[in-house]
């Protein structure tokens, strides 16, 4: 079996009156992740975590926020398709670790709901599936509540 590991890592600006949306969910929260898409840092953080495993372009380079046809959409269609390229190439997902950094919203009340979501957007269970929520405990140029920082790990395999 060959196995590879990849990192992926986003950061987005929060502002005022934009949908927050992360990891596919929308949160109650007045502030959201402004993007040239729809923003969602963990959905991105994903995608280039399973990009870089499979050894493809990142999502930069495949949905470049250049092109107007990307304007506003929705993060989880982006991550659907590269899903579908690393199929086509014979991998799959065997765990995924998400680390969200954020002031706000909180990321534990959604954290079941967001495991579901994502294990339906990467075709697998839950328990391959990890999310939790951090703080800047007020440190940093985000701990002002202005930003989300996200990291995500992946093992994929090719049997």
Known sequence: MNIRVGLGFDLHRLEEGRPCILGGITFDHPKGPMGHSDGDAVLHAISDALLGAAGLDDLGTLFPDTDPKWSGVDSASLLSEVVHRLGEGGWSLV??????????????????????????????TTDAINVKGKTFEGMGALAGGTGVAVQAVCLISKS
Do not use: C, F, S, W
Not at 104 to 122: D, F, S, T, V, Y
């Open 95 to 124: 765990n995924l670790d998400v680390v969200i950094a954020t002031e706000g919203p909180r990321i534990a009340p959604q954290r079941a709901k967001m495991r579901a979501r994502l294990g339906e957007l990467l075709h697998a």
